[in-house]
């Protein structure tokens, strides 16, 4: 110790750092069982918040199951998606339609008349058009400084390109052309000659919808003639009868949008989701029944008191192999949340509410019974094929997907309003718990669960951890201060008195051996 000069058996040959330590063993073992105790609250910290964690991914299927537009889906069915194939938003009503597709959009198309370059001198498409002007059948209409411009209207629309013809190539032009007047053209070599047509379908102005307003570049040069072009189309078809047309390939009516792919018949219908809505009721009840059976687990596991947290000491000087240390601390971590009230009451308050009646609800559902259909009001989970099994099962759900089907086929928002009620058929909002629809009571359920968790155990991202377990702690940790500092003073006073000992011991050593000297020199 810092002021001691220790002297270890010098004069007497006793070990006096194991006679301390064993003298401070009695204390050592007391300030270790308050580390183990420490160490058991921080275990059942660990505990808590992992069962936060799992509530957390429940509440967030919960939530989920609280949105009207789960119980909303639709799907729309084709009956050819060769032909039509079609998409809804959830507005969408549920009805079909009989569409006729007789003629597909289509853009407009020009091509070369004639060939671009002499057939025995084809032209460099990388190469400058400056380069090559002689190659080309077609006067460029060049102006000073070896430029060119011209103009072109694609869709109403005028675009100019000035070139110059020393640094622009046949390739490099296309791709300006492309990217600058909204068309698709291309230079076929196996021809000479060069094709084009709009991005977009449909006749969107009158006459031809590529024109060459000024330049000689795309007359004469590529000759592309007006009059050679192809027109634009649009669709026309007929939903119902109704005869329609449209610009592009796409229709959208009463929020189902169509996509025309070719010409024929075919019926579109739109349809409730019920596999949707029967998948996401199906992940409420296997994520509910893997988090109670993880915290029935906890609370019903064995409590083994007399293994206790091992210290740094026992496992350094214990002899236990790395699997025996495991074993002993999976047997000093069970049970920590065995019988715990939170836990009890928070399942307690979730079971009630799944087994409980939504008062007001007179929505009716037709299911089947035996060999029966019956209808009766859609106010609880057993009426649509969720209910708990035994007893021994502590709450577990249990799901008659052939009854939810039937629940949902015959009137999916009476399902809809068991699950997510928040307004009466008025409008009016409700302010009665029992009223509410048992998604909405269950977030709740599990929000308070998760509260009063948190307010015992905390939460690791926190800044300041006030809960209970952390408060506790830090209590420990005092008194652990205290108790370490009491053991270095008490080590102290040990090694003091056992210096003065061998000091004592030392000198009476030292004067024995003068006497012994003075007689023997006296003998003499």
């Not at 570049?217 to 007929?238: P, S």
Request: aromatic share 8%; proline share 1%.
């Amino acid at each position: 110790m810092v002021g001691i000069n220790r002297i270890s058996g010098l004069a007497t040959g006793i070990d006096t750092d194991q006679i301390v330590k064993d003298l401070m063993r009695g204390h050592q073992m007391r300030l270790d069982k308050v580390w183990q105790d420490k160490q058991i609250w921080r275990w059942r910290q660990d505990e808590y918040r992992s069962i936060n964690t799992s509530l957390l991914s429940l509440r967030s299927v919960v939530s989920d199951l609280r949105l009207q537009r789960n119980f909303q889906a639709r799907r729309v069915v084709s009956s050819d998606e060769s032909l039509v194939t079609a998409s809804a938003g959830s507005n969408a009503p549920v009805t079909s339609y009989q569409v006729r597709v007789e003629e597909l959009a289509s853009e407009a198309t020009n091509c070369s008349t004639g060939r671009i370059s002499a057939e025995d001198d084809p032209i460099d498409t990388n190469a400058s058009l400056w380069s090559q002007k002689d190659k080309f059948l077609g006067d460029f209409g060049w102006e000073e400084g070896n430029t060119f411009s011209f103009t072109i209207k694609v869709d109403n629309q005028s675009h100019t390109i000035n070139v110059d013809g020393e640094k622009e190539t046949l390739n490099s032009l296309i791709a300006r052309i492309n990217k600058e007047c909204g068309v698709s053209m291309f230079y076929d070599p196996s021809v000479d000659k060069v094709s084009l047509s709009t991005h977009k379908t449909g006749i969107r102005q009158n006459g031809a919808q590529i024109q060459v307003i000024s330049g000689a570049f795309l007359t004469n040069v590529l000759k592309i003639d007006e009059g050679n072009e192809q027109a634009a189309k649009d669709a026309r078809f007929e939903i119902n009868g109704l005869g329609l047309t449209s610009y592009d390939n796409t229709y959208t009516v009463n929020g189902i949008t169509l996509n025309f792919n070719g010409e024929g018949t075919v019926t579109v219908s739109l349809e409730q989701d019920i596999d949707r809505m029967v998948d996401s009721i199906k992940s409420f009840v296997e994520k509910y029944n893997e988090i109670l059976e993880s915290i029935n687990k906890k609370l019903y596991e064995e409590r083994f008191s007399s293994y206790r947290p091992l210290t740094e000491e026992q496992i350094r000087d214990g002899g236990l192999t790395d699997r025996q240390i495991d074993a002993w601390e999976e047997k000093a971590r069970s049970g920590l949340l065995k019988g715990d009230t939170i836990l009890n009451g928070a399942l307690a308050e979730m079971r009630a509410v799944l087994s409980s009646i939504v008062q007001g609800i007179t929505d009716e559902v037709t299911v089947t019974r035996g060999f029966e259909e019956y209808t009766g009001k859609a106010d609880q989970l057993s009426m649509i094929g969720i209910t708990t099994g035994y007893y021994q099962e502590r709450g577990k759900l249990h799901l008659d997907e052939k009854r939810l089907r039937e629940a949902l086929q015959s009137n999916a928002e009476a399902v809809m309003n068991l699950f997510t009620r928040t307004r009466d058929k008025e409008g009016n909002e409700i302010t009665d718990p029992a009223q509410k629809g048992i998604a909405v009571r269950l977030y709740d359920s599990v929000n308070n669960a998760m509260s009063r968790i948190t307010r015992q155990a905390g939460s690791a991202g926190s800044l300041y951890d006030n809960s209970y377990i952390s408060r506790t702690v830090r209590q420990i940790d005092e008194r652990m201060m205290r108790m370490e500092d009491q053991y270095l003073r008490l080590e102290e006073r040990y090694y003091r008195q056992f210096t003065a000992m061998e000091q004592a011991i030392a000198t009476m050593n030292a004067q024995s051996m003068w006497l012994t000297m003075q007689f023997m020199g006296g003998g003499q």
